[in-house]
């Protein structure tokens, strides 16, 4: 099975094509967030370095979020388009899972994190069972009180990476020696262990139907919100 494996959810870009879980090409940039600029002409690189075509690939596997608004909405975007257009299946992972995937160590907790600014972060809990990524706490929008709360009844090892170094020095104040910092380079995703992770799981059902996993309220939503207290909870803005 020859898969695409796009991950631009936060600054990282990361696109990889494989063979099964074989890698043919993959590129990484994070010196920037122009994924408007730089996504397609990634991703046609890379098909042609791997010796395919378009027409070659049989899956596109996405991470769609949570993360950077306009970055999960390129790559949810990008991925709808090419598995459309190609008539080929679409899996979707978990931005946070897919971090998580960089660290393989049994008996540890998994705590990928992205800034969500102002103590603010969006999180999850993970752990390797039986050779499988698990989700043990579910991915969320949260303040870094409430998710010390969730985490610090836990007895074993935290290891954290992403953005780490706006919670590491509360985190360790609460957790001691139970928590562990990763290193930086584990804090950046990894498009081939996306596409191995996403080459035994299922496609989605409806192309059409898969939208970003953004797992907060976006400003033009929240602000309509404020102005509308009374109003029903759906959403004011189509995320798509």
């Given at each position: 099975m020859k898969i695409?494996?796009?991950n631009t959810s936060n600054q990282p870009l990361s696109v990889a094509v494989l063979d099964n879980d074989?890698?043919?090409a993959q590129t990484t940039l994070t010196t920037h967030r122009k994924h408007a600029e730089f996504l397609m002409l990634v991703i046609e690189d890379l098909v042609q370095k791997a010796d395919l075509k378009p027409t070659d690939l049989d899956r596109v596997v996405v991470a769609d979020g949570p993360g950077s608004y306009t970055g999960i909405r390129m790559a949810t975007t990008a991925?709808?388009?090419i598995a459309s257009t190609l008539g080929i299946e679409l899996v979707t992972v978990s931005s946070l899972l897919n971090l998580a995937l960089n660290i393989?160590?049994?008996d540890t907790l998994i705590n990928p994190i992205f800034d969500g600014r102002n103590q603010n972060m969006f999180t999850g809990l993970y752990r390797v069972k039986d050779g499988e990524m698990q989700n043990v706490i579910a991915d969320q929008?949260?303040?870094l009180t409430k998710w010390l709360e969730a985490v610090s009844h836990y007895d074993q090892q935290i290891i954290i990476l992403g953005d780490t170094d706006p919670f590491e020095a509360p985190m360790r104040e609460a957790l001691h020696s139970r928590l562990a910092v990763a290193n930086p380079y584990l804090g950046i995703p990894?498009?081939?262990l996306l596409g191995q992770y996403g080459l035994?799981?299922?496609p989605v059902s409806s192309i059409d139907a898969v939208v970003p996993r953004y797992?907060?309220?976006t400003k033009a939503e929240a602000d309509w919100k404020k102005l509308h207290p009374n109003e029903d909870t759906h959403d004011y803005v189509e995320k798509v």
């Open positions: 695409l494996a796009i074989r890698l043919l991925a709808k388009t393989q160590e049994k929008h949260t303040n990894s498009a081939t035994d799981k299922s797992l907060r309220l």
